[in-house]
Structure formats: structure tokens, C-alpha cells
């Protein structure tokens, strides 16, 4: 498996038991780790991950993750500079009839550049994008 792309949600999925997909994140998760893939995300991804944690009083839990991603050997960072936000912002524009967020458009720049074509996601709208969702429904 070459470089895929991790997504808030599915982050958010693995850590939360209470979560919708934890359940699938957890088994997918589990299937994937023997292959060892390397993973890529964004200085925005993380702050989501992070603020979700914080911003519901679990700021240990925050931290934790944020290190266990930030001291990984698989994963890396692609940090949102001013031309990767300004690409990101000019893709946000162009699309009015989708609902992407920001944080959506910028992953779709970095997964583009970096030739990535699968996302670890329970997003839609990376498959709206024309990318390849994985855990698969």
C-alpha cells in the first residue's frame, strides 16, 4: 500500500468507543497495521483532532493523540503554509455547490500533489472529490 491520506473523521473514529464508525475504524485499522502503510495528513487535520478533544474537556485525551500522531514514523505532517492555504481557499471558492469545508479542500490539494488516491475517511466528500474511501461501506 503506498501513502494514504488520514482524515479528522476517521482519527476521531478510532479514538471514540462512542463514535458511529468505531467500530469499523477499529477493524480496519487492525487489518491494515500489518502492511505498515505511511500515512500523510495536514497541520489542519490535526488541529481539528485536537480541538475536538479539547473543546469537550478531555485535554489530556488531546495531547495524548496529538503526540502519538506528531511522534509517529508514519505520519507526515504536510503543514499549511500561505500557498497551500491560498490553493486550498481558491478550491473552497470554486465549489459553492458542495458543502467541503476548508480543511476539505486543502486535503484534496495536499492528496493531489502527493499523488495520494486513497483517504482512511468517513467523509463523503473525498469520494465527491473523486478520491478512493477506505474503510469501504
Not at 29 to 38: F, L, N, Y
Not at 71 to 98: A, I, N
Request: hydrophobic residues 40%.
Amino acid at each position: 500500500m503506498s501513502k494514504v491520506f488520514l482524515d479528522t473523521s476517521y482519527l476521531l473514529a478510532l479514538e471514540l468507543a462512542r463514535d458511529q464508525n468505531h467500530e469499523a475504524a477499529t477493524h480496519h485499522w487492525q487489518s491494515i497495521v500489518p502492511s505498515r502503510p505511511s500515512f500523510v495528513t495536514t497541520s489542519y487535520v490535526f488541529d481539528e483532532v485536537v480541538t475536538y478533544f479539547n473543546s469537550r474537556g478531555q485535554h489530556e485525551k488531546a495531547v495524548q493523540v496529538g503526540n502519538s500522531l506528531l511522534l509517529s514514523p508514519s505520519v507526515q505532517f504536510v503543514h499549511v503554509d500561505q500557498s497551500l492555504f491560498d490553493e486550498g481557499w481558491e478550491h473552497f471558492q470554486q465549489h459553492r455547490d458542495k458543502d467541503y469545508s476548508l480543511t476539505d479542500c486543502i486535503s484534496f490539494i495536499v492528496m493531489k500533489q502527493l499523488s495520494i488516491n486513497i483517504a482512511f475517511t468517513f467523509d463523503g466528500h473525498f469520494a465527491q472529490a473523486g478520491f478512493e474511501k477506505a474503510p469501504s461501506p
